[in-house]
């Protein structure tokens, strides 16, 4: 019966601790089911079941290197240089190529060497080619365990790439639901506006009784029509801004235009209602002679929007715009002494459709889209619009225009 | 569970009764998002939670529905990646039955979360066995047997599972008289 012992193993009941065992054929076999027991000539003189299973010319001895070839190390194939080496042993079964395995070479005793290893294979279809099934590895073999993990990795991969595709679908069908709610959105706001011009026209002349006199109310009714027709008008007017933009079908008309005028026909129009509330205003216009590359109907509408949240938002104190250059670049800053903005809301400001707070759009009106366009408007023109602020204190909105859009007349 | 078994059970209603009735089953279960990923676990209650909704839609006892989901799973899980998994773990029934308590342990070392049932086979002759099934969970016996069904499918082999000891009838776990080959056909 092949027996293989650890040829240092001290004597039995010596030093139990770490004593040296025999092992029967049948427990050798269990253990290493792909073993390989070599003499002095390098002949297989025992190969383990399964490893014979596959291989069946070692049932009868053979020479190793006629039916093996060692991939690493790369050494002299003599049995001083095998039994002396402490290296990893990849080896290819010859008759077998894709039968590669991975183990240690053990001195037995001083004329046998014992390889211990199991198939190297890094996927299950490998394992399934040679006709190994989880049997036929010894219970201590992590190989069936990498190869348990392997899978599970593959399965989460090709799970993650599932999810993926799936987003992406998703992702395209809400870009092209928004698309459409966009195009339809522009081409309603159109049609809104068709009629509205009517009402706030014939309204504006009824108010003036350009046809005759009316009664009190009546005029006063008319005049209620108008302001109301222009509020719609205005909301109207946010929604197809943001509507075209979101399309891309925002087009900029370009020119050159002076700074210092377009901010005080700003100033101008938010003048009543800062004086009805009693808001210092005031404006710096920058250099002299500075110019931008704008639409200037966009960089008033920013301009005008900012100032009108200001002054809607500020119940004492002051509103100031001002225009400096900073590296070149146009910097345009509206400062107030508001009621300023929570942190927390501050990242959703530049969002459609939020205010501070639901509140606000309550107690202030508005439809929530104004930072929004000013935001698209400005990063149309290659600028930047940031905006800080304490709650109570007030807040500080800038916008800057990249210095390509500068001009400055000599 | 991992999110593996109950794909397989949205999988196993949709293959067999369509879209509009996994809806149905996963808003009777409260199951809000649709998308199960494979190796996340989830509470055992959400599976629960649908075998029990999909009893109630589909008009069929909870034990059918479990038993319907065994035999599936090994199709399901085959398709689902691990096929050549289940190849490794055996290419007949007798083999495949007497690995799969060390095939559930392997995956339970990649799956710490996993705590799969354990098996035994005892009693092997030529035309029967006895399978022992240990779970934590309780009212899946079905299940277990739906499986040894569709490893019979899988490996071409007539089966006749009956349960023979319960745990409903106070053992400590369920216990299963395996017949297979020409046996299970006779039984037929």
Known sequence: MPRVTAHDAPAPGRNAGTAGFGLDAAALHRLFPFHIVLDRALQVRQAGPVLRRILPALASPVRFPDHFAIRRPALALDFDSLAESSAIFLIEAR??????????????????????GSPWVTDLVALSRLGLTVSDFAIHDSIADFLV????????????????????????????????????????????????????????????????????HYRTYSQYIRTSGVMLLDLINDLLDLSRIEAGQYELEESDADVAPALAEC?????????????????????????????????????????????????????????????????????????????????????????GHAGLSRKYGGSGLGLSICRNLVELHGGQITLASTPQMGTNVTVRLPPSRVLQRR | MYGLINKAVHDLVV?????????????????????????????????????????????????????????????????????????????????????????????????????????RVTDITDSSLRLHYYSKRPGLAPVAKGMVVGLGKRFNTPVSVTLDRSRADGHDHDEFIVLYGDAARDRA
């Not at chain 1, 009543?272 to 590359?293: E, F, I, N, Y």
């Open chain 1, 95 to 116: 008759a077998r190529p894709e039968l590669v395995l991975k183990g240690q070479i053990l001195r037995c005793d001083a004329d046998a060497l014992v390889f211990v």
């Open chain 1, 149 to 216: 993990l392997v899978q599970a990795q593959k399965t989460a991969l090709d799970d993650a790439g599932q999810l993926a595709r799936q987003l992406g679908e998703a992702r395209d069908a809400a870009i092209k639901a928004s698309r459409v709610k966009s195009e339809f959105l522009a081409n309603m706001s159109h049609e809104l506006r068709t009629p509205l011009n009517a009402i706030i026209g014939f309204s504006e002349m009824l108010s003036a009784e350009t046809l005759g006199p009316l009664p009190d």
């Open chain 1, 267 to 355: 100033l101008a129009i938010v003048t009543a209602d800062a004086q009805r509330k009693g808001l210092t205003l005031s404006l710096d216009p920058g250099p002299p002679g500075l110019m931008v590359h704008v639409d200037l109907r966009a960089f008033k509408q920013v301009v005008l929007n900012l100032l009108s949240n200001a002054v809607k938002f500020t119940e004492a104190g002051s509103v100031m715009v001002t225009a400096a250059l900073a590296d070149g670049a146009l910097v345009v800053t509206v400062v107030d002494t508001g009621i300023g903005i929570a942190p927390e809301v501050m990242p959703r400001l530049f969002e459609p459709f939020h205010q």
């Open chain 2, 15 to 119: 293959s067999k009764f369509g879209e509009a009735a996994w809806t149905e089953i996963a808003r009777k279960a409260g199951v809000t998002d649709p998308t199960f990923i494979s190796m996340e676990k989830y509470p055992d209650e959400v599976t629960y939670k649908l075998v029990g909704a999909a009893s109630e839609v589909l008009k069929a006892p909870a034990e059918q529905i479990l038993e319907a989901f065994g035999e599936y799973w090994t199709v399901y899980s085959a398709e689902a990646g691990f096929g050549h998994l289940l190849e490794f773990a055996g290419n007949n029934l007798v083999d495949f039955l007497r690995n799969l308590d060390n095939m559930h342990t392997r995956v339970a070392l990649t799956f710490p979360k996993l705590e799969p049932p354990s098996f």
